[in-house]
Nanobody, 113 residues
Framework: QVQLVESGGGLVQAGGSLRLSCAAS??????MGWYRQAPRKERELVAT???????DYQDSVKGRFTISRDNAKNTVYLQMNSLKPEDTAVYYC?????????WGQGTQVTVSS
């Protein structure tokens, strides 16, 4: 069983930055990542990172967002720069374990224009 707790969301002006953190309890040597869900839209994948640090990003965030992980701290981060109003969403951390996915409770990110 893995529990994921996100933090770091908030309100920021367009062009600003935020860093999200996801602390995992229990075994967490899995592929991990971030999804987001905006109002009236489906949840979409933002970024993923493997256990050895290989990363992948949604096209709309490439060059602006950076995902990283600290395996010693069981924590995954999402550094978000040059934020845009369309980045406004609830951001969810997830861990891809064999046969199941674990999800955090979500953290709200609001970008004002």
């Amino acid at each position: 069983q893995v529990q994921l707790v996100e933090s770091g969301g908030g309100l920021v002006q367009a062009g600003g930055s935020l860093r999200l953190s996801c602390a995992a309890s229990g075994r967490s040597r899995y592929l991990m990542g971030w999804y987001r869900q905006a109002p009236r839209k489906e949840r979409e994948l933002v970024a993923t990172i493997t256990t050895i640090g290989r990363t992948d990003y949604q096209d709309s965030v490439k060059g602006r967002f950076t995902i990283s992980r600290d395996n010693a701290k069981n924590t995954v981060y999402l550094q978000m720069n040059s934020l845009k109003p369309e980045d406004t969403a609830v951001y969810y951390c997830y861990a891809n374990a064999p046969g199941t996915n674990y999800w955090g409770q979500g953290t709200q990110v609001t970008v004002s224009s």
